[in-house]
């Protein structure tokens, strides 16, 4: 789960990492008002869940309370990438000497967080290691230490900070290290970190990704979930235990395995069609998830024909037949389907299904040829 | 020969008598599998699935009465890593951990954990491990595989019993087949698996299942390069998947740049490993 800029600098700051003074504002008013309190010269922020705000406009500063009104309307009216602002943050404007980057990310390979910073930050740290890997620092941390201190001072001599500077870069590392591993974060970034006129280092923006396995134990980072951000179906999909994203193509796709499922979008382009979605109903194939789940697919109006591929193993196919069969009763309207089940009892559920007039497979090629020939017929 | 278990594997459960480790220990023993125990904190002293396996309160417990060395875990998500801390601490040599949805952070802890004491983990998010013909640790449905000659190593579940099927189908069995698990913290990964094929008498071709995320892939390819000398057939999933977006594994995932099919493919092709286009057409390519 993502989480908004506002969202993250707040736990950053219950963390010890000073952040700008600032306020969320959904309306012109508040964000008026809340540069009104500020002084004036602010920072206006559209808080959306994509990168690239600042390219895209989303970021302005403004030097009076009425200019920031102005300029929140904008950014309220606006849309990037697609998604509507309904939010924007408004932040005391610093000024700026030099900007670091600085964050905790999750290294596959070495099952462990790591630290990352460069000198030259507000940038796209992607990049910076692709161009120019000699500018940053990485610090691999133990999962049973934590981040401790010495390396979190090593980093700041490592990037070239000035001496008066390594005290306050050390706390906000352990800072930062801190709102990762209580909020059970897989990313926890600052960038930029700056270091003001003034010689103050300050987290300007901050960005955190939450692991959504960890999410029962967080119940109130689960609250500030923005379910404006995503789709209504991808909503629906979580309240049933599917795993669903949703595509571009014709052909929707109901399978059980996240791996075969996306084995069976492959095979459907290979096939010359297209995947309308990712959708794995996992284990068993209850007529209520399966239902759930053709609701699902069909809300897509580009879906012209529905492949189900269930690999039963130990499940019985006869049952699935009659899941699927129940769940049919509810669909919202008539869309060709080809079913394939393997596993136990497979002639007798291709059997139930063949006589509702259901088009059946025997292997996953046959199925996906089908299913594209129906969706292009 | 086989890899990781044979029959002689002896089971303890965690979990056992949960509605899944009820109806996969019955599923295990069906198989053949020697379940020797069940650990459920607060039942110890009952026995389950018709009086035949004991269960106890705690690994340790359970290992001290029947020498169990092989612990497969069907315990909730959220004490699951604390299920793989205690079968370590107990030193199961072997840990299987089948649960989904481990919260990353205590998988990184459970996996140092295992590590720096010498244990070797498969999974979690996993279906498992399964020798042909001698025992099934996990939930892998035995029915579809052949004893035979071909190694699998996988990172999905139902992706793998479609792979075992197309093989068992055209007459080629298995010797072991790996289900290491879709999270981005695992146990055993492509590495280890052909590390041990390699060296396994029975295994004389293997298949690598991948998919989007990580670079597992990449490194297998580079062991494949120096270490290989048994023909490796692969499939990768998710050519079709869009980037940032997760596919339902915690780990399938491209992230920036690095992850994607096309890259595994590449890296894998390089080094002489062929691909299939489909997973029905790997047996084709294994002939």
């Known amino acids: 789960m993502k989480l908004h800029e506002y969202q993250s600098k707040q736990i950053f700051a219950d963390n010890g990492v000073p952040i700008p003074k600032g306020r969320v504002a959904a309306t012109a008013a508040a964000a008026k008002e809340i540069a009104e309190e500020l002084g004036g010269r602010v920072v206006i922020k559209a808080q959306v869940l994509v990168g690239g705000r600042g390219k895209a406009g989303g970021i302005r500063l403004v030097r009076s309370p009425s200019e920031a009104e102005e300029v929140a309307t904008q950014l309220l009216s606006m849309q990037i990438k697609g998604l509507s602002v309904r939010r924007v943050l408004v932040d005391e404007a610093a000024s700026i000497r030099t900007e670091i980057y600085l964050g905790i990310i999750n290294d596959r390979q070495a099952r462990r967080p790591v630290l990352v ?110 379910m404006d951000e995503e789709l209504p179906e991808e909503t629906e999909a979580r309240k049933y235990g599917l795993s669903y994203v949703k595509l571009d193509g014709q052909v929707g796709c109901m399978v059980n395995g996240a791996g075969l499922a996306m084995a069976t979008m492959d095979i459907i382009r290979s096939c010359g069609g297209n995947p309308a979605n990712f959708l794995d109903i996992g284990g068993g194939a209850s007529s209520e ?59 007798e559920g291709r059997r139930i299904l063949s006589s509702a007039k259901m088009e059946t497979a025997l292997t996953l090629l046959e199925a996906a040829r089908k299913a594209v020939a129906l969706a292009q017929g | 020969m086989s890899i990781l278990v044979n029959k002689n594997t002896k089971v303890v459960v965690q979990g056992i008598t949960g509605r899944e480790g009820l109806f996969h220990t019955a599923q295990m023993l069906e198989y053949g599998t020697r379940v020797v125990a069940g650990v459920r904190p607060g039942k110890g002293g009952e026995w389950v699935i018709e009086g035949k396996v ?77 020798t042909p013909g001698e025992t099934k640790v996990g939930i892998i449905p035995g029915h579809i595989a052949r004893p035979g000659n071909v190694g699998i190593v996988s990172r999905s579940g139902t992706l793998t019993y479609e792979v075992i099927h197309a093989l068992s189908e055209q007459g080629m069995g298995q010797s072991t087949c790996v289900g290491m698990g879709g999270d981005p913290v695992h146990g055993i990964g ?43 057939v692969a499939f990768i999933a998710g050519r079709t998947a869009p980037a940032g977006k997760r596919m339902g594994h915690a780990g399938a995932i491209i992230e920036g740049s690095s992850g994607s099919a096309a890259d595994k493919t590449r890296a894998l092709e390089s080094v002489g490993v062929r691909i299939a286009a489909y997973p029905e057409e790997i047996p084709a390519l294994l002939a």
């Open chain 1, 117 to 226: 910073s460069s000198g030259e930050g507000g940038i796209d740290i992607e990049e910076v290691a692709r161009t120019s890997p000699e500018k940053i620092v990485r610090v691999a941390i133990d999962p049973f230490l934590g981040l401790r201190e010495y390396q979190s001072r090593g980093v700041a001599a490592r990037i070239g900070l000035d001496r008066e500077l390594w005290k306050a870069f050390t706390q906000i590392g352990l800072g930062l290290y801190g709102a990762y591993s209580r909020s059970d974060a897989t990313l926890a970034e600052i960038n930029p970190l700056v270091i003001t006129q003034e010689g103050k280092l300050l987290a300007l923006d901050g960005k955190m990704l939450i692991d959504d396995n960890a999410m029962f134990r967080h119940p109130d980072l689960a609250e500030l979930r923005d």
């Open chain 1, 289 to 347: 998830k399966v239902a759930a789940a053709l609701r699902i697919i069909l809300a897509d109006e580009n879906v012209r024909a529905v492949l189900l591929n269930i690999f039963g193993g130990i499940t019985r196919c006869d049952e699935v037949a009659h899941g699927i069969l129940n769940a049919l009763q509810g669909v919202p309207r008539p869309v060709p389907m080809v079913a394939r089940l393997v596993g136990t009892n497979e002639e």
């Open chain 2, 54 to 130: 004991p269960v106890f309160d705690t690994v340790s417990g359970a290992l001290e009465a029947t020498g169990a060395n092989c612990a497969v875990i069907f315990v909730p998500a959220r004490s699951a890593a604390d299920a793989i801390l205690e079968a370590g601490e107990a030193g199961i040599p072997l840990i299987v951990c089948i649960s989904e949805g481990i919260p990353v952070q205590d998988m990184m802890r459970a996996r140092l954990f295992l590590d720096q004491r010498g244990l070797k983990l498969v999974g979690p998010n996993c279906p498992g491990l399964l």
């Open chain 2, 190 to 232: 492509f590495l280890e698996a052909l590390e041990l094929f390699e060296g396994d008498p029975q295994t004389d071709k293997v298949v690598l299942i991948g998919e989007i995320g990580g670079n597992d892939e990449e490194k297998a390819a580079e062991f494949i390069a120096d270490h290989m000398t048994k023909p490796v």
